[in-house]
Nanobody, 127 residues
Framework: QVQLVESGGGLVQAGGSLRLSCAASGRTFRVSHMGWFRQAPGKEREFVAAISWSIVSTDYADSVKGRFTISRDNAKKMVYLQMDSLKPEDTAVYYC????????????????????WGQGTQVTVSS
C-alpha cells in the first residue's frame, strides 16, 4: 500500500518561492510516474506537473511552465515541486499523486489515472 505525505506549503508574497516535498512509502514508487495537482476554492482539480519513473520525462501545465520544476529522488522515495515567481493565481491546495500501474505516461495529465493521493498542502500567494 502506497502512502503519500506532502509538506512545504505556506504563505508567500507574489514573486517568492516555495519548495513542496512529497514523501512516499511502498515498493511501487520507483516504477511509478508521479504528478502534482492543485485545487483552488470553487474550481476543479487541475494538473500541474508530472515526472516519469525513470526521471527521463517531465511535463508541465502551460500556466506554470518556466516557473515550476518537478524532480524526484527514487532512492529516498521523494518527489519535489520547486515553485518560483509565484503568482496569486497559484493559490491552491497542492496534491502529489502516484499514477496507477495500468496507466501510461500518455495519460499523465488525467487525475483519474492516479490511484494514490496525498492529503494536500496549502499554498497561499499574497499580492
Amino acid at each position: 500500500q502506497v502512502q503519500l505525505v506532502e509538506s512545504g506549503g505556506g504563505l508567500v508574497q507574489a514573486g517568492g518561492s516555495l519548495r513542496l516535498s512529497c514523501a512516499a512509502s511502498g515498493r511501487t514508487f520507483r516504477v511509478s510516474h508521479m504528478g502534482w495537482f492543485r485545487q483552488a476554492p470553487g474550481k476543479e482539480r487541475e494538473f500541474v506537473a508530472a515526472i516519469s519513473w525513470s526521471i527521463v520525462s517531465t511535463d508541465y501545465a502551460d500556466s506554470v511552465k518556466g516557473r515550476f520544476t518537478i524532480s524526484r529522488d527514487n532512492a529516498k522515495k521523494m518527489v519535489y515541486l520547486q515553485m518560483d515567481s509565484l503568482k496569486p493565481e497559484d493559490t491552491a491546495v497542492y496534491y502529489c499523486a502516484l499514477q496507477s500501474a495500468q496507466s501510461s505516461w500518455s495519460s499523465r495529465r488525467a487525475p483519474t489515472t492516479y490511484g494514490n493521493w496525498g492529503q494536500g498542502t496549502q499554498v497561499t500567494v499574497s499580492s
